[in-house]
């Protein structure tokens, strides 16, 4: 790749120097143990019962991690929601809807396409690739999980993020772990909360190099091996992008890279991208692209990424055998 053409947010550099414990993790180390302290109280708060979560009437799976920035743990939610209504059970998404309007309380959205402004990257492309799922938009999960069990009370749940999201308690919490050096909490690393009280709270907590795996990128159209490409991308690790490219075969000659969620609407947005080559984008990238006026003149393949588990059938036993469970404790008497 000869050059990255937009740069990356200070927030996404934080994220990329967050992989390698460095200097600066351990100068900001002190800081590391006060948020740990924090957050050991905001958990005490409901473990000693001084606050009672909310426990979903339906069977409610959050796919969570305990890192800031991209693990993988929406692919991994679209591949289960695949999963699981081929093997015939009823899901219901629920999304945050980060940086959109809808963000705020939880909002059953309407049948058919959805307007990328008002519902957010992420929802948007859920009911693009998804487009027969109810879906759930907004950050509060408690309201999303009573909506859900009122509209759709034979449905399963299926949240993309919340596993911090104390006022909650989910069944199943599956988690996203990327291998990484830094094990620090904010600000010296990545980690929303210490990694052994998580992995206390979590059902199962999914390795790449033990568990899941990304798979080989599908794209929409699809490109011979050796083409020769720009890429542009407004994601969480954007380098994990790039690096999925390459590793199908193409040559990634120029990347604009944007900070994560950012709406893709500037002016200068194509700048310096050749219109004569394919230009790669994510699907979550795309649903906002694709009303950008620019837009029309490039050639643009949609780059589809799952996370799925090792060894589906054995995972996907064991999670229908879970939910089997869930269905008759659930189930009034």
């Excluded at 199908?248 to 002016?267: S, W, Y």
Aim: glycine share 6%.
């Amino acid at each position: 790749m000869s050059a990255t053409i937009t740069p990356i947010s200070v927030k996404a550099a934080i994220e990329r120097a967050w992989e390698e414990k460095g200097h600066l993790a351990y100068i900001l180390s002190p800081l590391s143990l006060l948020y740990q302290l924090g957050w050991r109280t905001y958990l005490a708060i409901y473990e000693f019962g001084l606050k009672k979560p909310h426990i979903p009437t339906i069977p409610t799976i959050v796919v969570g991690n305990f890192t800031a920035g991209g693990s993988g743990k929406t692919p991994f939610t679209l591949y289960l929601a695949q999963a699981l209504t081929e093997r015939s059970h009823p899901i219901v998404l629920s999304t945050s809807g980060y940086g959109s309007p809808k963000y705020h309380g939880a909002t059953l959205a309407p049948k058919g396409s959805l307007d990328v402004e008002e519902w957010g990257d992420e929802s948007t492309m859920f009911r693009e690739l998804l487009p027969d799922l109810p879906l759930i938009v907004g950050h509060d999960r408690v309201a999303a999980a009573q909506l859900a069990a009122q509209q759709f009370p034979d449905h399963i749940l299926l949240m993309d993020d919340g596993f911090q999201h104390l006022r909650l308690k989910p069944d199943l919490s599956l988690i996203i772990e990327p291998d990484l050096e830094n094990d620090f909490c904010f600000p010296a690393g990545p980690y929303r909360e210490p990694k052994s009280v998580g992995a206390r709270r979590a059902t199962r907590v999914l390795t790449y190099d033990e568990h899941i795996q990304p798979l080989p990128l599908l794209l929409n159209p699809p490109l011979p091996s050796n083409t020769k490409v720009n890429a542009l991308c407004a994601i969480g690790q954007p380098h994990r992008f790039l690096n999925s490219l390459q590793t199908i075969g193409l040559q990634v000659q120029k990347a604009a890279l944007r900070p994560d969620h950012d709406p893709l609407t500037a002016g200068n947005l194509f700048a310096n991208l050749d219109p004569e080559l394919p230009l790669v984008v994510t699907a979550k990238d795309y649903v906002k692209l694709k009303n950008h006026p620019e837009s029309q003149y490039y050639q643009i393949s949609i780059a589809n990424y799952l996370v799925a588990p090792k060894h589906p059938e054995e995972f996907l036993n064991w999670l229908e055998s879970q939910i089997h469970e869930l269905r008759k404790e659930k189930t009034p008497r």
